[in-house]
């Protein structure tokens, strides 16, 4: 049964109007999306769907959840925004369930990934100003080659990406760069000037390349000798994704602070950073704020998301069947190793490498009713809903195997 957007709308007319009146800054394909149900989203020709975009690893407990929506609707009806001039009862509740989880410390919220990672580089600033006791000084922030943080002027200098930078000179001074996982490229890079170390735990935008074990301990250790803030950006990998609440957790590191947003309110925006004792005093009344952030209707989205993920024991769920998805996606590799060329990724965080263009490979998956998006140069990401079952990780794999035994080799 169609919605009733659904019967208003064609694609065609919706990109009839992006074309005169929407700035192309993305590369959108080319049908409009009308409603979604669990793993599963319908076009507006009413064609359906398996998601394996979950909206850029946002929609964690896949479209339409029967009880986020109920938790949802209940609150707009009730209050929907206040300000942060007012306590919001449901932030209070949501900064101490990700205490809970990341340790002691407290939390700040906003709306998005890349507002997330603003705070935590106005953190390593207060961070290097205190540390150095006078202005200026400290203040470098280093980050990992092929990373991404972020839009905003800080998310972009922080993102040493031609493909972000472009354009956008000059960027904002104080950043650094080294290699991904080379402990003793960041080692040499972090003199005198640095005040904190920002990476991802599981690189996402780049490609799915995930920081080694051995990688996070070592960053963790030259913080502490040094006295770097180690800052962790969650926002594609956090919240579940690998089958632990934050990725970091496999590493049995704490990091002294951490950016999330994307799966956090499910579907609904709100972004959020925490930052350990002792560092919850660099910020003061009047430092740092937004308007939306933090709303009613945010909060109840991301209590309800961490709610239903314990209800439904998401977390394990994940961790137990990302097994099996991993091995079917690894006989994949060997089976069609003249077009794939490796798996990469934890959980529900996976990327397929392939040798030809992975921009045509996620068409062709599209038309065989597949949705994954583009990972780094080489490779298409496959991020499931966390409440994709078995039926779905099976289906999204046979879709698979289908394109790339009808295709020619590359
Ligand atoms: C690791 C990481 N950090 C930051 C961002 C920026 O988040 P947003 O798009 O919500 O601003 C992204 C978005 O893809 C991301 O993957």
Same mark, same amino acid.
């Given at each position: 049964?169609?919605?009733?957007?659904?019967?208003?709308?064609?694609? @065609?007319?919706?990109?009839?109007?992006?074309?005169?009146?929407?700035?192309?800054? =993305?590369?959108?394909?080319?049908?409009?999306?009308?409603?979604?149900? %669990?793993?599963?989203?319908?076009?507006?020709?009413?064609?359906? =769907?398996?998601?394996?975009?979950?909206?850029?690893?946002?929609?964690?407990?896949?479209?339409?959840?029967?009880?986020?929506?109920?938790?949802?609707?209940?609150?707009?009806?009730?209050?929907?925004?206040?300000?942060? &001039?007012?306590?919001?009862?449901?932030?209070?509740?949501?900064?101490?369930?990700?205490?809970?989880?990341?340790?002691?410390?407290?939390?700040?919220?906003?709306?998005?990934?890349?507002?997330?990672?603003?705070?935590?580089?106005?953190?390593?600033?207060?961070?290097?100003?205190?540390?150095?006791?006078?202005?200026?000084?400290?203040?470098?922030?280093?980050?990992?080659?092929?990373?991404?943080?972020?839009?905003?002027?800080?998310?972009?200098?922080?993102?040493?990406?031609?493909?972000?930078?472009?354009?956008?000179?000059?960027?904002?001074?104080?950043?650094?760069?080294?290699?991904?996982?080379?402990?003793? $490229?960041?080692?040499?890079? @972090?003199?005198?000037?640095?005040?904190?170390?920002?990476?991802?735990?599981?690189?996402?935008?780049?490609?799915?390349?995930? $920081?080694?074990?051995?990688?996070?301990?070592?960053?963790?250790?030259?913080?502490?000798?040094?006295?770097?803030?180690?800052?962790?950006?969650?926002?594609?990998?956090?919240?579940?994704?690998?089958?632990?609440?934050? @990725? =970091?957790?496999?590493?049995?590191?704490?990091?002294?602070?951490?950016?999330?947003?994307? %799966?956090?309110?499910?579907?609904?925006?709100?972004?959020?950073?925490?930052?350990?004792?002792?560092?919850?005093?660099?910020?003061?009344?009047?430092?740092?704020?937004?308007?939306? %952030?933090?709303?009613?209707?945010?909060?109840?989205?991301?209590?309800?998301?961490?709610?239903?993920?314990?209800?439904?024991? &998401?977390?394990?769920?994940?961790?137990?069947?990302? %097994?099996?998805?991993?091995?079917?996606?690894?006989?994949?590799?060997?089976?069609?190793?003249?077009?794939?060329?490796?798996?990469?990724?934890?959980? =529900?965080?996976? $990327?397929?490498?392939?040798?030809?263009?992975?921009?045509?490979?996620?068409?062709? &998956?599209?038309?065989?009713?597949?949705?994954?998006?583009?990972?780094?140069?080489? $490779?298409?990401?496959?991020?499931?809903?966390?409440?994709?079952?078995?039926?779905?990780?099976?289906?999204?794999?046979?879709?698979?195997?289908?394109? &790339?035994?009808?295709?020619?080799?590359?």
């Amino acid at each position: 049964m169609p919605s009733r957007t659904a019967r208003k709308v064609t694609s @065609a007319k919706v990109a009839d109007q992006y074309a005169t009146h929407v700035l192309p800054t =993305y590369g959108t394909a080319p049908f409009t999306l009308v409603r979604g149900e %669990g793993s599963y989203v319908w076009d507006a020709e009413n064609r359906r =769907y398996l998601d394996f975009t979950s909206g850029i690893a946002v929609n964690t407990l896949g479209h339409c959840h029967p009880e986020w929506t109920r938790r949802m609707t209940e609150q707009m009806a009730e209050l929907v925004h206040v300000s942060n &001039l007012f306590h919001v009862p449901g932030q209070g509740r949501l900064a101490q369930r990700l205490a809970e989880k990341a340790g002691p410390g407290k939390a700040f919220f906003c709306n998005s990934g890349a507002e997330a990672n603003e705070f935590l580089i106005k953190l390593s600033r207060l961070w290097g100003r205190r540390r150095n006791a006078g202005e200026g000084g400290r203040h470098v922030v280093l980050t990992a080659e092929n990373s991404f943080h972020g839009r905003t002027f800080g998310g972009l200098s922080a993102t040493p990406q031609a493909k972000v930078q472009t354009g956008f000179a000059p960027l904002l001074e104080g950043f650094r760069h080294a290699p991904f996982n080379d402990l003793e $490229a960041f080692r040499k890079a @972090a003199t005198e000037d640095v005040a904190a170390i920002m990476v991802e735990t599981i690189q996402g935008e780049g490609g799915i390349y995930p $920081a080694t074990t051995e990688f996070l301990k070592g960053l963790r250790a030259l913080c502490d000798e040094r006295k770097i803030l180690l800052m962790i950006d969650e926002v594609q990998c956090g919240i579940g994704r690998t089958g632990r609440f934050f @990725a =970091y957790e496999e590493a049995g590191i704490v990091p002294d602070a951490i950016a999330m947003a994307k %799966g956090l309110g499910g579907g609904y925006p709100i972004g959020a950073a925490w930052v350990r004792e002792p560092f919850t005093d660099l910020f003061q009344p009047g430092s740092h704020g937004t308007t939306f %952030g933090g709303s009613p209707l945010a909060c109840a989205a991301a209590n309800a998301v961490l709610d239903i993920m314990e209800q439904e024991n &998401l977390l394990d769920r994940v961790a137990v069947q990302s %097994g099996p998805f991993h091995e079917a996606l690894d006989g994949l590799v060997r089976k069609h190793s003249d077009k794939v060329k490796e798996r990469r990724g934890r959980g =529900y965080h996976v $990327a397929l490498a392939v040798h030809g263009d992975p921009l045509a490979l996620a068409a062709r &998956l599209r038309e065989n009713g597949l949705l994954v998006v583009r990972g780094g140069d080489d $490779a298409i990401r496959l991020m499931p809903p966390l409440t994709a079952g078995p039926q779905d990780l099976d289906t999204a794999v046979e879709i698979i195997d289908f394109v &790339l035994g009808t295709e020619p080799s590359t």
